[in-house]
């Protein structure tokens, strides 16, 4: 079991950056495959970034080049680097473990044009 809690999020002009930040508690994280996903308000959620165990990381087209995914899993901890925002990445980002099927509860991100 884990349970997951992302921080970071904040109101930023396009062209900024944030660094989102998600804490796991519970024994094996870093087994687990871990995933960053955001949903904007009236959108379905979609996966943005995802990082193996292994840390082989993969990217949705819209956020290549700009965000990074990383982890840390001596501080069972994973990271999406956000960088030249735009206004449309405006949404809440969840964390996502993908081995116990777990979600935090989303840390809001807003690009103001």
């Known amino acids: 079991q884990v349970q997951l809690m992302e921080s970071g999020g904040g109101l930023v002009q396009a062209g900024g950056s944030l660094r989102l930040s998600c804490k796991a508690s519970?024994?094996?994280?870093?087994?687990?495959?871990m995933d960053w996903y955001r949903q904007a308000p009236g959108n379905e959620r979609e996966l943005v970034a995802s990082?193996?165990?292994?840390?082989?990381?993969d990217y949705a087209d819209s956020v290549k080049g700009r965000f990074t995914i990383g982890r840390d899993n001596v501080k069972k901890m994973v990271y999406l680097q956000l960088t030249s925002l735009l206004p449309e990445d405006t949404a809440v980002y969840y964390c996502?473990?993908?081995?116990?099927?777990?979600w935090g509860r989303g840390t809001q991100v807003t690009v103001s044009s």
């Open positions: 519970g024994t094996f994280f870093s087994i687990s495959p």
């Open positions: 990082i193996a165990s292994s840390g082989t990381t």
């Open positions: 996502y473990a993908r081995l116990w099927d777990t």
